[in-house]
């Protein structure tokens, strides 16, 4: 896993049964493609995004428990999109030929 330098890193290992435990959870209800480091992505870019000088590990741990499968695949969709090459240079100016068919290539 790669480290990052958000404040709640220093967590993470203190963090890890309950991560597990929910990807665990995900798996069983079918959501076989979850992982420890995207789950621990997911909080770290989205739900804590905006950290607390003074948070609680209670407070992490309560947050990983009420994760719901839906929220986290929201955020796997979205991030499969943003890393996707779809918009390439190339790709771009095919795009713009399909809305714009009269411009030469």
Same mark, same amino acid.
Do not use: G
């Given at each position: 896993m790669k480290k990052n330098h958000h404040p709640y890193q220093r967590f993470y290992h +203190? #963090? *890890?049964p309950a991560l597990v435990s929910?990807? @665990? @959870? /995900? +798996?069983l209800l079918g959501y076989e493609s979850v992982q420890l480091d995207s789950l621990w992505n997911y /909080?770290?870019?989205?739900k804590w995004k905006n950290a607390?000088?003074?948070?609680r590990i209670y407070q992490l741990v !309560?947050? &990983? &428990?009420? #994760?719901?499968p839906g929220d986290f695949m929201n955020y796997? *969709?979205? @991030?499969?999109? +943003? !890393?996707s =090459? #779809? #918009?390439?240079d190339q790709n771009r100016e095919e795009i713009q030929y399909l /809305?714009? =068919?009269q411009k030469e290539r």
């Open positions: +203190r #963090l *890890t929910k990807v @665990e @959870e /995900f +798996r /909080f770290i870019k989205k607390q000088q003074d948070v !309560s947050d &990983i &428990i009420a #994760l719901k796997a *969709t979205v @991030e499969a999109y +943003r !890393s =090459p #779809l #918009l390439t /809305f714009h =068919p």
